[in-house]
């Protein structure tokens, strides 16, 4: 069965510091895809960024980037220059492979919850 | 606005009621997935659906059910309700029919339920 962990519950930092969002997974798949989201207060889920299991470059998207370590089956969410919109929670999630043209459930981490001090 | 719409935003009601929560996925999108968010079991996922077909289901309890419609809407319909029900309950769409990222899954606003 596939596994998100997320260590850290809380994090904060600086207005204008980067920070990383610890994430780690589980899975005997060979192919698998790992998202983070960011859960604002208002509850809604905003996709941030995708790495594939097979993609050799980490993902990137404006300031956020994952930092992919496969043999360490880590996937780590690098925000720079931090800005005080980006205090909410941060899930990791791992996507399985339903096979064909089906994509498969999410599974995701506990998440952890940033806060930017001004 | 991530293209997938749910309503209604927000429902109250009572022990033993029934509900139905319905999502509208992006245009284009075939599979819609439900997922709940409750404060202990965190981020669950429910059910999928491909192209009005059931593909996947997690942990969705008996009294709840859920389906696709040929216009590839879905609702989920929620049972004889318990106070543990009360959550926030997504839709995500995803696989886009012409192709594309059909690897990303985009969630709707949420329903939030609470069960008095």
């Known amino acids: 069965a596939q596994k998100i962990t997320q260590t850290q519950p809380g994090m904060f930092v600086q207005e204008k510091e980067a920070v990383t969002l610890d994430c780690t997974y589980d899975t005997s798949d060979q192919s698998y895809g790992l998202f983070w989201y960011k859960q604002p207060s208002s509850g809604e889920m905003i996709f941030l960024i995708y790495?594939?299991?097979?993609?050799?470059q980490n993902a990137t998207e404006g300031r956020y980037s994952l930092n992919f370590q496969k043999a360490r089956k880590s996937a780590n969410l690098v925000i720079s220059a931090s800005q005080l919109g980006d205090s909410a929670m941060y899930f990791c999630a791992m996507r399985e492979s339903a096979g064909g043209t089906s994509y498969g459930k999410l599974t995701f981490g506990q998440g952890t919850i940033l806060t930017v001090h001004p | 606005d991530s293209g997938v719409t749910q309503t209604p935003k927000h429902l109250i009601t009572a022990t033993g009621q029934r509900v139905t929560l319905r999502c509208s996925p992006r245009s284009g999108d075939l599979s819609v997935y439900w997922y709940q968010q409750s404060l202990d079991q965190g981020l669950q996922f429910l059910i999928q659906?491909?192209?009005?077909?059931?593909?996947a289901k997690g942990n969705i309890l008996e009294r709840f059910s859920a389906q696709q419609f040929p216009d590839l809407h879905s609702e989920l319909n929620l049972s004889s309700l318990e106070l543990g029900d009360s959550a926030l309950y997504f839709c995500?769409?995803?696989?886009?029919?012409?192709?594309?990222?059909?690897?990303?899954?985009?969630f709707g606003p949420g329903t939030r339920l609470t069960v008095t």
């Open positions: 790495q594939g299991s097979y993609d050799e």
């Open positions: 659906y491909y192209n009005g077909e059931e593909r």
């Open positions: 995500a769409s995803s696989s886009p029919a012409g192709g594309g990222k059909s690897y990303e899954q985009y």
